[in-house]
């Protein structure tokens, strides 16, 4: 019989034994990859959606609601402003570029955003096919919403109000898909992007929007509103006037993006950290367990183990069957663990009704997996070291004779 089909049998044989130090090792494990994996995507939607955005303009409200809504379309807006004052502060020197941006409706639950060309150069996104919106009524779709959805170009979409798939309060006016985006892996991929006035004529339909009168289409443009203005600056110095300009002598209230979602990555990274706690320990107790079982496998088969020596088996030898033992539980732990917060991270989602979102989720980089599998290697290893000490001071004569 070869080593390592000694060491299945013993791990048989304590069903038991192997049930806990399987269990808790894919737990902390579990734990360990789970809680990098959220860590990982919520740093990844922080530092790729932001993309040129330098500050956000909106109602006031919640600030950080404000960025969630407008910036990673998360969280509802907080209010609608003026976009004739909207545009005024877009003419500042310090504003390289203000997009506004209008939303509240949705297609089968993806946002339907109306703003202008400049929206999709904020998030370097280039037309896969079709081109880009030129009228009112004309829709370019991200590429996940034309993954899922099946859309194709020249396709009528008919939108409903609120930002949640219903069937209750459907618009009738037809938008027409006329461009699909490539992918970005950005929140933009999300999203239906249309012009502000495809917006105003969806919720405005007694208003009559004529080209040919400027005048008249000035003044509605007066009266419209938009639902947050996105800036990117020309100036570093813009980042200390033109928040505090707006906050203190206007009705709206100026946000930086970035320090935002730093503050809530402090208040989440408390969380963060104190789950890794709790990984580590459950792994440090399941390191304990495996070490019990190995153990108690080396002085119950004190005996056997003494046979073989007499056999000519080396400690060598010895020491292969409970290290193959530990190894073979901590490689299983492994592969459970990995594939459970890769299966059970989508469950959860879809049990908490956020199916839509499951593109916040991101694949685990190389070297988190690596780290994981360091520490349960180093506390696998650790258990066979301290189990194996009985082999080492093995005395055969003495346990032969105590047999007899």
């Known amino acids: 019989m070869k080593i390592w089909e000694i060491s299945i049998k013993n791990i048989k044989s304590k069903p038991l034994y192997t049930f806990l130090s399987v269990f808790m090792l894919t737990l902390s494990i579990i734990l360990l990859l789970g809680i990098q994996r959220i860590k990982h995507s919520f740093q990844y939607q922080m530092e790729n959606n932001l993309g040129d955005i330098d500050l956000v303009i909106g109602a006031k409200g919640s600030p950080l609601q404000l960025v969630l809504a407008s910036v990673l379309h998360l969280d509802n807006p907080t209010g609608n402003i003026s976009y004739h004052e909207a545009i005024k502060i877009s003419k500042n020197p310090m504003i390289k570029s203000a997009v506004p941006i209008s939303y509240g409706d949705n297609y089968k639950g993806f946002r339907i955003v109306g703003t202008t060309d400049k929206f999709a150069s904020l998030y370097k996104a280039e037309l896969k096919q079709g081109h880009r919106v030129q009228k009112s009524m004309e829709v370019v779709v991200g590429f996940s919403v034309a993954q899922q959805l099946g859309v194709k170009i020249g396709d009528v979409l008919l939108s409903s109000h609120g930002l949640i798939e219903n069937t209750i309060d459907v618009h009738s006016d037809k938008l027409t898909v006329v461009g699909i985006l490539k992918p970005t892996q950005k929140v933009i991929d999300r999203l239906i ?63 930086l993006p970035k320090f935002e979602l730093d503050r809530l990555y402090q208040y989440t990274g408390v969380g963060f950290k104190t789950i890794t706690g709790i990984a580590y320990l459950i792994l440090i107790i399941s390191g304990i367990i495996m070490f019990t079982s190995l153990y108690k496998m080396v002085k119950e088969r004190s005996f056997d183990l003494a046979i073989l020596r007499t056999y000519g088996a080396t400690n060598f030898q010895l020491i292969k069957i409970v290290a193959y033992e530990g190894f073979t539980i901590a490689l299983a732990a492994y592969g459970f663990g990995l594939l459970l917060v890769k299966v059970g991270s989508k469950f959860i989602f879809k049990l908490m009704h956020a199916g839509d979102k499951l593109y916040i989720l991101k694949e685990l980089p190389y070297h988190e997996l690596l780290n994981t599998g360091a520490a349960t290697f180093i506390i696998t290893l650790l258990s066979i070291l301290l189990a194996i000490y009985p082999i080492l001071k093995i005395d055969i004569s003495t346990i032969l004779s105590h047999e007899k």
């Open 193 to 255: 992007i249309t012009n502000l006035q495809s917006v105003w004529d969806v919720h405005n339909h007694d208003e009559t929007h004529s080209s040919e009168n400027h005048h008249e289409h000035e003044h509605q443009d007066k009266d419209q509103e938009i639902t947050s203005l996105l800036i990117s600056f020309r100036s570093p110095s813009a980042f200390l006037t033109i928040p505090r300009q707006i906050n203190q002598k206007t009705s709206m209230q100026a946000v």
